[in-house]
């Protein structure tokens, strides 16, 4: 094997298997192909080829949430890049570290048709760049970029020029380990201050965002020795459910009983999360009480809302310190919780389904019912639209790992490709995605073949009020014709059909029985479009 002529594609490739990668998700082009094709032939690896290029991209970070490896996907020069543009951004804002392999065109071929500034290209997007500079250095490159990845939380796109792809080179191993720390602040004037609040408070609250979902356990503790009622961000979702002290969601997507619990709080202690203006409600849940918050990331302090105290901190650790100093000082449990209702305040009033149009089916009555006839392990990925909140409040998932929210940079058409992704990364679970028309159509369509390609155990559920709903509703609100925001579609089923998987059709409560049945049945992708309303679709929860 010594004298054995080995390139640089092939080395770029194996860089990729040495991070302990073994799924890539592209698609190929004149300046990636040889590289995709030696880290299936030559490294074992295996590629899922999507049917466009943002799509190799949406299922690389979705990959990266359900199993913890940084995500990997590769597409080819120019026009390969660009049309990665939206996906990459959703990338940043979600803080999903994952790396773009893609080619660039020869160095020496500056009037190449596809030609175009790359790094530019990919700094518009807030992703990070990392230039392959000589084939000598590639491994060593592609090493860096995964480093960066995970320091950063955001893609990394490999810049590699095709010209280099057949260079002659000697594969070097490169991997830079990272150093995972997680800090607790255990004395000064403003852990003092913090534990003040908390010890002083009558009425204490702890809420949890998707920083703080592996310190369950200690939460749950913490709150037990406060007696403090416990609530979740949206990246939450789950972390609590079925805990006597849990009252859901804190902010715009709660019951009216856990707005009132919320209301009668005087001290929020919140760990892993930003304080999102929805998760605040811009800020009126917050009014007249003291915050405490939790984060081990400094940039993430007063993004939205400035706290009375900031700690930077690991969140499992730091509600273990307050529970020490709570005890030291003999404080006396607040009984807050003992206020709550008996019954769960985290669940939304059922839906009617006598309260639709012929033709239709009532959404918040089928959203109720999916939710105990979807399988229980489901993985759950949820698209933009007006129909989302809705989803977050009436379909529960297993855990708040078990959650993606595939519209970070509130662009729809992204649901498909995420859940493909995540089908990837963990094939023993069945994945759900919840989709609007005007997101399937979008960018959900060309990849539900991919879905079946490559037999992902995917149950999508398109919500179809035959319309674009968020603009539909404005039109409305100002009495303005709003037709040019409706559609008439093809049917969802029948597309679902002729691409090779399954589709039903939901107009009434005995068809979603029946479309129950065959998801519970089911041997490949299935779609089940719910026919709804567009003048009877719930209102945002915003």
């Not at 990636?32 to 295996?46: E, T, Y």
């Not at 796109?157 to 792809?165: K, R, Y």
């Amino acid at each position: 094997m010594s004298d054995q002529k080995e390139y640089m594609h092939q080395s770029i490739a194996q860089a990729v298997r040495d991070h302990g990668v073994d799924t890539m998700f592209g698609l190929v082009g004149d300046a990636n192909l040889f590289l995709a094709h030696h880290f299936v032939s030559g490294c074992g690896g295996k590629m899922v080829p999507a049917a466009h290029e943002g799509g190799t991209v949406l299922m690389a970070q979705a990959y990266t949430q359900v199993t913890g490896k940084v995500g990997v996907a590769t597409v080819t020069q120019g026009p390969g890049l660009t049309n990665c543009v939206t996906a990459l951004r959703e990338g940043v804002v979600a803080r999903r570290p994952m790396i773009l392999l893609c080619g660039d065109t020869p160095v020496s071929a500056p009037f190449h048709p596809q030609n175009i500034d790359q790094r530019e290209v990919v700094k518009a997007t807030g992703a990070g760049f990392e230039q392959v500079k000589t084939p000598e250095t590639a491994s060593r490159d592609v090493a860096n970029a995964f480093y960066r990845a995970r320091k950063e939380r955001r893609p990394i796109v490999v810049n590699i020029p095709s010209d280099f792809m057949w260079a002659e080179v000697k594969h070097q191993t490169v991997v830079f380990p990272y150093p995972e720390s997680a800090s607790v602040i255990a004395e000064g004037p403003v852990h003092e201050q913090a534990i003040g609040m908390i010890a002083s408070a009558k009425r204490p609250l702890i809420l949890a965002g998707a920083g703080a979902v592996d310190a369950r356990d200690k939460l749950i503790a913490l709150a037990e020795r406060l007696e403090a009622p416990l609530a979740t961000t949206l990246k939450g979702t789950g972390l609590f459910k079925g805990h006597p002290n849990n009252i859901g969601y804190f902010g715009t997507l709660s019951t009216a009983e856990a707005y009132d619990v919320i209301g009668a709080a005087d001290c929020v202690i919140v760990f892993g999360a930003w304080m999102h203006f929805f998760t605040t409600d811009r800020g009126e849940l917050l009014k007249g009480k003291r915050v405490i918050q939790v984060n081990s990331s400094p940039s993430d302090i007063g993004t939205f809302y400035h706290p009375d105290a900031a700690l930077i901190a690991d969140a499992g650790q730091m509600a273990e310190n307050i529970l020490y100093w709570l005890d030291e000082a003999e404080v006396a449990s607040s009984g807050f919780s003992r206020e709550l209702p008996s019954h769960d305040i985290s669940v939304h009033p059922k839906g009617d389904p006598a309260k639709s149009v012929d033709g239709c089916i009532n959404f918040e009555f089928a959203l109720d019912r999916l939710t105990e006839a979807l399988p229980e392990n489901r993985i759950m990925l949820t698209e933009g639209g007006r129909y989302m909140t809705e989803v977050w409040c009436r379909v529960c998932v297993p855990d708040p790992k078990s959650f993606i929210m595939t519209d970070n940079f509130a662009a729809i058409g992204q649901g498909m490709q995420q859940a493909i992704g995540a089908a990837h990364g963990d094939p023993a679970r069945p994945v759900v995605l919840f989709t609007g028309d005007g997101g399937f159509m979008m960018g959900g369509l060309n990849e539900f073949s991919t879905a079946v390609r490559t037999g992902c155990d995917l149950i999508v559920i398109i919500c179809n009020d035959s319309a674009y709903g968020a603009e539909h509703i404005q039109m409305l609100d100002r009495q303005m014709d709003p037709s040019l925001t409706e559609f008439n579609w093809p049917s969802f089923a029948e597309v679902a059909n002729s691409l090779g998987g399954k589709g039903l059709q939901v107009t009434s409560p005995e068809e979603l029985e029946i479309a129950i049945e065959a998801i519970r049945t089911r041997n490949g992708p299935i779609i089940v479009e719910l026919k709804l309303d567009p003048y009877n679709v719930p209102r945002m929860r915003m």
